[in-house]
């Protein structure tokens, strides 16, 4: 007897303890659902006489602040940018990265992705230089910040930047308008809420937070 009153004594240890752990998952479980909230963001997209042609709405589970990083992800726009935008490690300086450090430091073989950060750390400027090889264009990135340091614009031209690359692409672009165009708006909490993108200077797709 004693042995059974020694088993139904460990058997309800176990249970309690399954409990336990049923219940703080329940309450975690709760508790991320509770810091979550169900957003519906809204894109137009317009024509090039600037009307809207089409719409949609979508929804996310939301747990943390907007920013260009959730709009990469959900809308695959902006997709090339500076991470992060703000490094203190950097100072006036520029940092180029050849893609394999160990082949030859020839564009038509390899290529670069360089980086220019201000006095304030911000970077302000990034350019990919382009691989010939594989037909992908070279481009450069200018970015424009508010005055708490947020980006509010971004400027990408494809075959500016770096010298005697796609030359002919150059020349034969019209250069009054960048390529694609960015603009950010935020809220007061700082999550972006409005998100436009401008081709040659012209209206194209509009993500609104709604």
Not at 19 to 27: C, K, P, S, W
Not at 72 to 90: A, M, R, S
Not at 177 to 204: E, H, M, P, T, V
Request: glycine fraction near 4%.
């Amino acid at each position: 007897m004693p042995c059974l009153h020694k088993a139904l004594f460990v058997s309800g240890n176990t249970m309690k303890t399954s409990l336990t752990i049923l219940a703080l998952f329940f309450a975690l479980s709760l508790l991320a659902q509770q810091s979550s909230s169900t957003l519906h963001f809204k894109t137009k997209y317009f024509d090039e006489k600037g009307k809207v042609f089409k719409s949609k709405i979508d929804t996310f589970l939301v747990d943390q602040q907007i920013d260009l990083n959730f709009y990469k992800k959900h809308f695959y726009e902006p997709y090339y940018y500076p991470q992060p935008f703000i490094d203190t490690n950097y100072k006036d300086t520029t940092i180029e990265i050849w893609r394999d450090p160990l082949k030859e430091k020839d564009f038509k073989k390899n290529w670069t992705y360089t980086t220019i950060y201000d006095n304030l750390s911000r970077a302000i400027k990034y350019i990919y230089s382009g691989c010939l090889i594989c037909s992908q264009f070279p481009f450069n990135v200018k970015i424009y910040y508010d005055e708490i340091n947020r980006p509010i614009r971004m400027e990408k031209r494809y075959g500016i930047g770096i010298e005697k690359v796609n030359d002919k692409l150059v020349k034969s672009k019209n250069r009054n308008f960048a390529d694609d165009d960015f603009l950010f708006k935020y809220d007061i909490q700082g999550n972006l809420i409005q998100l436009k993108c401008l081709k040659n200077g012209r209206l194209d797709v509009q993500i609104d937070k709604m």
